[in-house]
Structure formats: structure tokens, C-alpha cells
């Protein structure tokens, strides 16, 4: 919202040359952190033309800059998001070098633990944890890259089949997110740490986990994020041997996410569906 409040405060086509320049280097600015938001919401195809436009912007303006590396990540991540693994790996890529030039050492860890999300894509989970460790080295002692480090290795964990290891990072992560009081991520660690207690035989554990999700996310239902947790929430009903209460999740999230729903993050979310039905 502020991002958009910002755009909007800007002229829609700044004066052209050196003039203009300041302005478009701030529409820029402003597309980037609304698309980025955008796809954090998992809304991707909102966030897309405002990246692009950012990025065209920049390009002529800023080329090789932090915000030019920024936006790099946050194309990256719509491309993930839409199933352009290639394409978003391409983009972390290109980031991780220009922050690695400008000397961006929090821009350059981002970017390593970008790429370690395209590795948890293909399955290759011991290079996930490789480039997480990475980004801990080069930025240390940052308590928000901290707590996506310890979610993202615990998923990597989790993939490993070391599902005690990966409960443990979650929790820990978990700790993070508490001291920071910000409720969508915890409700998102709860949602991982739910699905890892599923992997560990403890539906018991893991619907608490979720339960508990869901009541910190009363009030953003109309997130992207939310069927999100819906979807495992009928993963654990399932195993609980719940199949209506699986059914009726399931029924509810697809419904929320519209057209999201063939993206990349709910491939459980329709897993789930197919098994309840």
C-alpha cells in the first residue's frame, strides 16, 4: 500500500533526459518494492509488469546499481513463482554479480539464498544447504536473513528425510519470527513446521501447529499466502483420517486462490486436493 501511495505521488511520465531522471529512478524504486510485496503475497502476475517496468527503467538510468540488482531478485522470484525455474535462476544469477561488484554484502546474501530456493526446486537438497551457509557467511548476524536461512534449511532438512533436524530449525526459526512479532511469518514458519511434524508421524503435533497458524492469520484471508495454509491443514485432517474436514479445506483454498492455484507453491495445496477427493 505504501509502495502504490508512492507511484502515485509520482509523475506517471517524468520529463524526458537528465531532467527526468531523479523521477524515474524513484518510479522505479517504488514498482520494485510493490512487486516485491506483490510476491510475497503470491500474487505473481500483478507483480510482473511492475517489475519489468521497473527494470526497464533502471536500465537506463542505474544499470549495475543495488537497485538494479534488487529487482533482478524480485523478477527472479515471479519467475519461480510461475514455474521459470531457468529464468529465475538466471536472474539470481545476474544479481548475485552485481551486488557482489558494488560491494552490497546483505544484497549478495540474499541472492545466495535465492539461489538455494531454485536448488530446493530441483531437489537438490544438500546444495540448498551449501548456498544457505553461504549467505550466512557473507552477512552474519542479521536476525531477518537468520530466520530465512533457518526456515530454508530446515525445508531442505525436511526433504532429506532428517525430519527431527528439520523440526528443530523450525522451531528455531519460529523463536526468530516470535521476537520480531511479525505474524504472517510466523504463522508461514508454523504452516513448514506443521508439514515437517506430518513428515515426522505427529499429526497430533502438527495439527496444533497449524491451528495455531491459522488463528495468527485471522484477519488476511484475503492474502495469497493463506489457502496456502488451508491446503495443510487438509494435509493433516487427512491424516487424521478426517477426509471431510480435508475436503472442505481444500474446497476453500482452491476457491481463495483462483487462477493461483496452477502456480508452483500450491502443487501440495492440489496434491492434497487429489488425495481428499
Known sequence: ???????????????????????RLL????????????????????????????LAAVMTGARGSRLH?????????????????????????????????SGHRRGEALALQ??????????????????YRQAQDAYPHDALLELSSRNNQANALDQLGRYGEAVAEYQRALALANATGNRAAQARILDNLAQAQLSNRAPDAAAASIGRALRLAAGQQDSGWYPLLLGTAARVALAQGRSAAALDHVGTALAMAGPDAETLPFRDVQQAAYLAY
Open 27 to 54: 518510479l522505479a524504486q517504488a514498482g520494485w518494492l510493490e512487486a516485491e510485496a506483490l510476491t510475497r503475497l503470491h500474487e505473481p502476475a500483478r507483480a510482473a509488469p511492475l517489475a519489468d517496468a521497473a
Open 114 to 131: 535465492h539461489i538455494g530456493s531454485i536448488y530446493q526446486d530441483a531437489g537438490d537438497y544438500e546444495r540448498v544447504l551449501d548456498y
Open 1 to 23: 500500500a505504501l509502495a502504490e501511495a508512492a507511484r502515485q505521488r509520482l509523475p506517471a511520465s517524468p520529463a524526458p533526459g537528465a531532467a527526468g531522471a531523479a523521477e
Open 69 to 101: 540488482g534488487d529487482i533482478l531478485s524480485t523478477r527472479g522470484g515471479i519467475r519461480a513463482a510461475r514455474g521459470d525455474t531457468l529464468g529465475a535462476l538466471r536472474d539470481y544469477q545476474a544479481a548475485y554479480r552485481i551486488h557482489a561488484a
